[in-house]
T-cell receptor, first 114, second 110 residues
């Protein structure tokens, strides 16, 4: 079984550009989570989505960041007008249920803003 | 809401034991433990639900004291492959996500 697939693995953007990060969950998992990790730091929750719905976006910055998980296709984390402070590793995780289940993480997308 | 982990870092020789602690100021529904190697994805180790249970995974086990909102990860007879950063993730009742601690960097040397 394929695990969580994230792409691209590395993404370089200039300040002001847009970054689009993709995540395909484990087959059969309908719960997707996005986390951000700065170097040498922990994982910071950003957003939790189910198919076509944002359930909890309490960790997402109010501006420039958005996420979606359409009925068909991968989940997308979109960052508009990127700034240097957005440079980080962004991990996507999926689970079959919202609680009591392990999170299956993808290998992450490392975003570098120049 | 972020749990506190201790110690921040520990260095062990092969065969030695270690304990990593995770505490929360809030009542917890469950505690998860993950290990992340440098440049890789976090990998699930185990979940503990409230009830004070203890679980094991090879030579790695954990406990959850729900009264104290604390969990401990026990690594016995450490192996080189145990090196990495260990994160606890805490789940509140009715919540939809995990809040992760800042991590404990474990280094096992020959």
């Amino acid at each position: 079984n394929a695990g969580v697939m994230q792409n691209p693995r590395h993404l370089v953007r200039r300040r002001g550009q847009e970054a689009r990060l993709r995540c395909s969950p484990v087959k059969g998992h309908s719960h997707v989570y996005w986390y951000r990790q700065l170097p040498e730091e922990g994982l910071k929750f950003m957003v939790y989505l189910q198919k076509e719905n944002i359930i909890d976006e309490s960790g997402m910055p109010k501006e420039r960041f958005s996420a979606e998980f359409p009925k068909e296709g991968p989940s997308i984390l979109r960052i508009q007008q990127v700034v240097r402070g957005d440079s980080a590793a962004y991990f996507c995780a999926s689970s079959p249920t919202p609680q009591d289940s392990p999170l299956h993480f993808g290998n992450g997308t490392r975003l570098t803003v120049t | 809401q972020q749990p506190v982990q201790s110690p921040q870092a520990v260095i062990l020789r092969e065969g030695e034991d270690a304990v990593i602690n995770c505490s929360s100021s809030k009542a917890l529904y469950s505690v998860h433990w993950y290990r992340q190697k440098h440049g890789e994805a976090p990998v699930f180790l185990m979940i503990l639900l409230k009830g004070g249970e203890q679980k094991g995974h090879e030579k790695i086990s954990a406990s959850f004291n729900e009264k104290k909102q604390q969990s401990s990860l026990y690594l016995t007879a450490s192996q080189l492959s145990y090196s990495g950063t260990y994160f606890c993730g805490t789940e509140l009742p009715g919540a939809n996500n995990l809040f992760f601690g800042t991590g404990t960097r474990l280094t096992v040397i020959p």
